[in-house]
């Protein structure tokens, strides 16, 4: 009875959002506010739940990292109280008058992500790729590969006009990007409809049982 | 008589795993008292070295060694009898300790991935063939060192490195004010015409920035964009709408407006009732933007910055409603929405290259630049590349496409 | 201290991050896995910060009347009721609790329908916008056509080589354009990052002193 | 006003209808077309079904929010399936909030149907924010990044985790996601681990991973809910995305006859304007 209920009202939110369709209501607007407080709501808890207190909370109060314990003994015991006080420092922003402190905070983690991201980043898209477009003109298939490739690069080249054979190779870099953003706008289109086939078969089937 | 040692071999072959789901309902000791009687007496031969040393081709955490071992005379040779081999670890000498694992005959190296760093190990050995075992070769000790660098990652080092030079040596040299070359964008005269054309027709121009906060390089590529528009429609005294989804690109945008206005010297036509917050909320915003787009009927729609899933419905409404539409964004899912449906757009780096070629900033200026010459660097790569492969070396493709 | 301390921060920070995939000693590798961990701490307090300035917004809304401050209450009233069930209700977040009732029943339609809503849009496009005005975008209407047409059992039954040339448009012409991309993307992503590194672009430390 | 305008000028809610009714029609009347399995998905099913049983698990990254619902839970349902068929252990983690309840959802209703004991079979590790950060430190060790499971278990309390160290220790790795944390797992995990990535995405993303399976940086893909259904062939267990297979075709039919005919009335709207303005002149 209970998922009876509970199901009814996951259609009838259903329903007000596809409600926009005809045009712009209350109800839609209803389900629109309340998704937004409930979604904060629950990343919050599940933000708390699985990271802050067994990642932040227990190696601070429960002095352990991982499996190891450490006891307020070992040398190395406040070192776990520092993400949690740089965590801290963010939010004085709050407080106008020492809002500058939490840019220290910032600048690690802005930095720190801008960091890791730099090699993988190099290898996985670029030279990878590369390695990958280093192809043996032995059929027809690498041929394209290869001048799409670099007509491609080409037509994101800004540092020459592109005229004579950039001019060529940048036209043919376009008639590639076409044909990819073609297939994207195709796979685009299916993802779309996949949606509403899935809203459709959870109001036929989960809700009215009719399939 | 070795024929009938040949069939007895099968037949234990058989027996023994059907003796052991026998011991699983009741043990029966029988078969394993004749065991014995089959065994191969003559052990094989020793493996003939066995040496022992950090791993050191690939850089390691010090997790690692290396060893290797001449094969048993009896290995592939001999009396050919050789099943495989042996490999023991202890961590004191004379020892035998744990057994590692079982090598398969024929192969003469092993790489030990569990050691702990720093730890002295030793090392033995034994060959078997299926019955008994040799004697013992020992080696070592040895330790797994750390290495202070990843030479499997040289070429992304290095490659690096060059790229960044080159950013660096860009964004220096603007800084100073030289002048960097950088093509003159089409996109931007097609931005001129539809401005051009509203002013004729005395309607409005509208200006998206997108949905993307302040901090995202697409809405900074766009405020610099609009900063040129709004100094076109100041000039022509055109009304220029900028409807935002953040409150805080709003602030932003009138700031852009407003100073635009009054360098071209007619701060009186700035209107800050036309920079408009409308809603956070995606389908809200679309759903605004087109009321306004229905009710005001601007003759030019720019969207220029970062779109998702909204760019459909803004487009859509646009075409309808007759405007000349141009767009720019780098959120490649969004594009082949805004090329069927718009005049023109600035597809991808296209955006960041205009917003580096109106504003002039030697940062954005840098990015662009070095990152052009690394195109080239990398079309150069894949010319090599298809060089090497083509006389067979293979060894330089596999340097930079590492892991 | 207001300026210069967090940009040292954050190019010490990234320098370090950077330099230490090329070295595997473990004096190194120790205090990048404690510096990882920082990271992710940092993450989500800056994520519980976004939670804060929500409530901010609207409590604004609902104090200074404005015209849809019903709604701003509707918001508020539903983040506090899922806080409630999170923290304060015994079994917090198990399945077939009131807390994921509510999360699946409310937040899973909800998010899951608005995006099905493009479906309807992309259609209305279809027939109203998508243009094949320039050989551009008749290029790209062409292959979208095969694509959708190649990608649905219905395809293989209108001819068997629609398949195929689908799966020539995804792995050949496809391949290189979004390569190309791949790549001018990559670089701009590691430019980026490297004058962040370097103090040159410093958006994030935001106006003021 | 000629009547190719008009034409186009219909009120778009009778657009609205006509997708509706496309969509609906094929559920009550379904044609069962057969579903081609393509190279992507099989190579992804070949690299799932080359695990050995009951040793070393598979990590299968829930990593997907509502809003993707309908594209990605029939790939979760079927890898699970799956993997439980071939008595693979499983271990769920996720990378977005809302994964969490999604992840168990997918989990409990799989584990149940077939019958899999939790903490032997399979396990969920729960959420953890930061993804290049957690992605990067499961590679040096997991345990730093999940002290424990989702229930607060200690991880190395868990049977079916015993051993298991780090990606070393993981044969395959699929990711789930409709936003970028399936190239997450490819650039943090398989580039400096040599990790095998798996993923499956929504297909709005599906076209720009074609590099990426190239190269090998991935070894399968699944593209949307066509690639859910193809794996639920494969698997011989059609669900939800071979049911949706049929509106599938009809709508997309419907809307490259909208396109077609949208660009005949928009040209011959344009060719008729131009022929009354010649002969106004």
Redesign the interface.
């Known amino acids: 009875m209970a998922t009876i209920i509970?199901?009814t009202?996951?259609?009838i939110?259903?329903l007000?959002?596809?409600s926009?369709?005809?045009k712009?209501n209350p109800f839609y607007?209803?389900?629109?506010?309340?998704?937004?407080?409930?979604?904060?709501?629950?990343?919050?808890?599940?933000?708390?739940?699985?990271?802050?207190q067994?990642?932040?909370v227990?190696p601070v109060f429960l002095l352990?990292?991982?499996?190891e314990a450490i006891g307020l003994g070992s040398s190395m015991w406040w070192?776990a109280l520092?993400?949690?006080i740089?965590?801290?420092l963010?939010?004085t922003?709050?407080f106008p008058k020492f809002?500058?402190v939490g840019?220290?905070?910032?600048?690690?983690?802005?930095?720190?992500?801008?960091?890791?991201?730099?090699?993988?980043?190099?290898?996985?898209?670029?030279?990878?790729?590369?390695?990958?477009?280093?192809?043996?003109?032995t059929s027809i298939?690498n041929v394209?590969?290869?001048?799409?490739?670099?007509?491609?690069?080409t037509?994101?080249?800004?540092?020459?006009?592109?005229k004579g054979v950039l001019g060529v190779l940048a036209r043919v870099?376009?008639?590639?990007?076409?044909?990819?953003?073609?297939?994207?706008?195709?796979?685009?289109?299916?993802?779309?409809?996949?949606?509403?086939?899935?809203?459709?078969?959870?109001l036929?089937h989960d809700w009215l049982h009719?399939? | 008589m070795r024929r009938v040692f040949h069939i007895l071999l099968v037949l234990l072959a058989l027996i023994a795993p059907a003796a052991g789901s026998l011991e699983a309902l009741e043990a029966t000791p029988i078969i394993e008292e004749t065991e014995p009687v089959l065994l191969d007496v003559v052990p094989p031969g020793p493996p003939c070295s066995l040496t022992v040393r950090d791993y050191l081709e690939n850089s390691d955490f010090g997790d690692k060694i290396e060893i290797e071992w001449g094969l048993s005379p009896d290995d592939g040779s001999g009396a050919c009898d050789v099943t495989g081999y042996i490999l023991s670890r202890a961590l004191a000498e004379g020892e035998v300790g744990e057994v590692l694992d079982e090598i398969s005959s024929g192969v003469t190296r092993y790489i030990d991935e569990s050691v702990e760093p720093g730890v002295e190990y030793y090392y033995n050995l034994v060959s078997h063939d299926g019955t008994s075992p040799s004697g013992r070769v020992w080696a070592g000790p040895t330790a797994g060192r750390a290495n202070l660098f990843q030479w499997s990652r040289f070429s992304v080092l290095v490659l690096m490195v060059v790229f960044f030079a080159m950013v660096a040596r860009f964004t220096a040299v603007a800084g100073k004010g030289a002048k960097l070359f950088v093509r003159r964008i089409p996109g931007l005269n097609a931005i001129e015409e539809a401005v051009g054309r509203a002013t004729e027709m005395g309607r409005p121009v509208l200006y998206v920035p997108g949905i993307g906060e302040i901090d995202n390089i697409m809405t900074i590529a766009s405020l610099n964009i609009l900063s040129h528009v709004a100094k076109i429609t100041a000039r022509y005294d055109t009304p220029l709408i900028v409807p935002t989804a953040r409150a805080v690109v709003m602030s932003a945008a009138e700031e852009v407006v407003k100073q635009a206005y009054t360098e071209v010297g007619n701060p009186d036509a700035y209107n800050p009732d036309n920079i408009r917050y409308l809603s956070d909320a995606q389908f809200a915003f679309a759903g605004a933007v087109n009321g306004i787009m229905l009710r005001e009927k601007p003759a030019a729609n720019l969207y220029m910055g970062a779109f998702w899933a909204e760019s459909l419905l803004l487009a859509e409404t646009g075409f309808e409603a007759g405007a000349i539409q141009v767009a720019g964004t780098a959120m490649v899912s969004q594009l082949p929405f805004f090329v069927t449906a718009c005049d023109f757009t600035l597809m991808g780096e296209e955006l960041y290259a205009a917003s580096a070629y109106l504003s002039r900033e030697p940062k954005l200026l840098g990015g662009l630049k070095g990152s052009d010459w690394m195109k080239v660097v990398s079309i150069a790569l894949i010319a090599a590349g298809i060089i090497a492969r083509a006389v067979g070396l293979e060894s330089f493709v596999a340097w930079f496409q590492t892991q | 201290m207001r300026r210069q301390f967090p940009l040292a921060l954050c190019f010490i920070a990234g320098l370090f991050m950077a330099v230490q995939y090329f070295i595997p000693h473990p004096t190194v590798q120790d205090m990048y896995e404690r510096l990882l961990i920082w990271l992710q701490t940092l993450l989500a307090f800056a994520f519980l910060l976004g939670t804060v300035s929500l409530v901010r917004v609207h409590y604004h809304k609902i104090r200074h009347r404005a015209d849809d401050r019903g709604y701003s209450l509707v918001t508020l009233l539903a983040l506090c009721l899922m806080i409630g069930l999170g923290f304060f209700h015994s079994a917090h977040h198990a399945q077939g609790s009131p807390f994921d009732r509510m999360f699946q029943n409310v937040q899973v339609p909800i998010e899951a329908t608005m995006f099905s809503l493009l479906a309807f849009y992309v259609a209305s496009a279809a027939f109203r916008a998508f243009r094949a005005r320039t050989l551009e975008s008749t290029l790209l209407l062409v292959a979208a056509c095969i694509v959708m047409l190649g990608r649905v059992p219905i395809g293989d039954m209108i001819h068997s080589s629609i398949p195929v040339a689908t799966r020539w448009i995804l792995e050949v012409p496809n391949l290189a354009a979004k390569r190309g991309i791949m790549i001018g993307v990559g670089l701009g992503m590691m430019a980026t990052s490297l004058k962040i590194i370097l103090g040159i672009e410093r958006a994030w430390m935001g106006g003021g002193d | 006003m000629n009547i190719f305008e008009r034409f186009m000028n219909i009120d778009r809610r009778w657009i609205f209808l006509a997708i509706g009714i496309a969509v609906v029609i094929p559920f009550f009347f379904p044609l069962g077309l057969p579903i081609s399995v393509t190279e992507p998905v099989q190579n992804l099913y070949d690299a799932l079904d080359a695990i050995p049983p009951n040793g070393q698990p598979l990590l299968l990254a829930i990593d997907y929010a509502p809003a993707t619902l309908p594209e990605l839970e029939p790939m979760s349902l079927a890898l699970l399936r799956h993997a439980f068929r071939n008595d693979v252990n499983v271990a769920v983690l996720t990378l977005h909030p809302a994964g969490y309840g999604l992840a168990e959802r997918a989990l409990n209703k799989v584990a149940e149907e077939m019958g899999q004991v939790y903490g032997e079979d399979y396990c969920f590790l729960g959420f953890r924010p930061g993804i290049s950060a957690v992605i990067l430190g499961m590679g040096v060790n997991i345990v730093n990044v999940f002290p424990e499971d989702a229930y607060g278990t200690p991880l190395n309390d868990i049977p079916m985790m015993d051993g298991i160290r780090n990606y070393d220790d993981i044969p395959l790795l699929i990711s789930l996601a409709g936003w970028g944390a399936a190239e997450a797992w490819v650039l943090y995990a398989h580039q400096p681990y040599g990790q095998r990535v798996g993923a499956g995405v929504t297909a709005v993303m599906a076209t720009d991973f074609y590099p990426f399976l190239d190269t090998g940086q991935l070894i399968g893909l699944l593209g949307g809910m066509r690639g859910a259904a193809e794996y639920e062939e494969l698997i011989d267990h059609p669900d939800e995305g071979v049911r949706g297979m049929d509106s599938q075709s009809s709508v997309h039919i419907l809307i490259i006859a909208l396109i077609v005919l949208g660009n005949i009335a928009y040209f011959g709207a344009r060719r008729k304007r131009r022929q009354m303005e010649r002969e106004a002149a």
């Open positions: 509970w199901t009202i996951g259609a939110l259903t007000s959002v596809y926009f369709l005809y712009d607007k209803f389900a629109e506010h309340l998704v937004v407080g409930i979604s904060a709501g629950y990343y919050l808890v599940i933000y708390y739940f699985n990271f802050i067994p990642n932040v227990a352990r990292i991982g499996n070192l520092i993400p949690g740089l965590g801290l963010l939010y922003r709050f809002g500058w840019r220290w905070s910032l600048g690690i983690y802005v930095g720190g992500y801008a960091g890791l991201g730099l090699s993988p980043i190099m290898q996985a898209r670029v030279l990878n790729q590369i390695g990958a477009n280093a192809l043996p003109l298939t394209f590969l290869i001048v799409g490739l670099l007509g491609t690069l037509y994101f080249f800004f540092s020459m006009k592109h870099g376009i008639v590639f990007l076409m044909v990819g953003f073609g297939a994207s706008f195709g796979y685009t289109v299916m993802s779309r409809v996949s949606l509403l086939i899935g809203r459709v078969s959870f036929l009719l399939i």
